[in-house]
């Protein structure tokens, strides 16, 4: 296993470029508000919750009551943090243990938004950005955690996990990679999407051309996706080889 996810961090890693840019393109509109802090931090907790398949309706709505009772708190990045667990903190770690404690959100969405959080500071353009605070690093204190789905789960099951879920995905992980190498994994979502057919246990590994073309914001240019398909072939055999 160990030398498999050498192969595919090394490969997410010099293919950093296609995912980067779909998330740009995708959270630009949902920060894109008027200049102030407070509506670019709102809209992201809106659209974070809302990717979940069934949102919690009632426990989100007391959750978002709580934030516009204290929008002074969405100011920053500590005093965020402060909000959700009770103590300000600049790492990203508390911003996820305190978020995924809110009722209506949980493990994978807390670990969206945290995630969303480091890549809009540190990864996407200046455009993004709106906690001035936002720590530049994960340092070796802190850890951020893989937002784990059903993509992601296959993929692990064909690397030959055991049942594989949120917790023994991301505890593997942890075990081999630490800090700003932890946020690289996120771009396995994007080449796992793109490469599946079918749903359950039907899902199969092969390049899946409409499910890139679903996603709104992926670069349409014929060269692009050209491109894209023969890394996806690569990532595929990545995954299915016999070690």
């Known amino acids: ?11 997410l890693k010099a293919n950093r470029e296609f995912n980067l840019r779909l998330q740009e393109q995708f959270f630009l509109p949902v920060l894109s508000v008027n200049g102030s802090v407070n509506p670019k931090v709102v809209n992201l907790l809106y659209h974070v919750a809302n990717t979940q398949s069934q949102p919690k309706i009632d426990p989100l709505a007391e959750f978002y009551r709580s934030v516009y009772r204290n929008l002074d708190k969405t100011e920053g990045f500590a005093s965020f943090v402060g909000l959700v667990t009770g103590k300000e903190s600049l790492l990203f770690n508390d911003l996820y243990c305190g978020l995924r404690e809110q009722r209506g959100w949980g493990k994978k969405t807390a670990a969206l938004f945290t995630k969303v959080v480091y890549q809009a500071h540190n990864r996407l353009s200046a455009n993004c950005a709106f906690w001035a605070d936002t720590p530049s690093q994960i340092s070796a204190q802190d850890e951020i955690w893989l937002p784990v789905d059903a993509v992601i789960i296959h993929i692990f099951e064909q690397l030959g996990m055991h049942k594989p879920n949120f917790d023994k995905i991301n505890k593997l992980l942890k075990q081999h990679y630490v800090g700003n190498e932890l946020e690289v994994w996120d771009d396995l979502w994007f080449w796992g999407f793109i490469t599946q057919k079918g749903t359950g ?6 390049w899946n051309e409409n499910k890139y073309w679903s996603l709104t914001h992926t ?3 014929p060269m692009v996706i050209s491109t894209i ?3 996806s072939s690569e990532f595929i055999g990545l995954i299915e080889q016999k070690i």
Do not use: G, V, W
């Open 201 to 206: 246990n039907t899902r199969q590994m092969q």
């Open 219 to 221: 670069d349409k240019n």
């Open 1 to 11: 296993m160990k030398i498999k996810l050498e192969q595919i961090f090394d490969f």
């Open 229 to 231: 398909k023969q890394k």
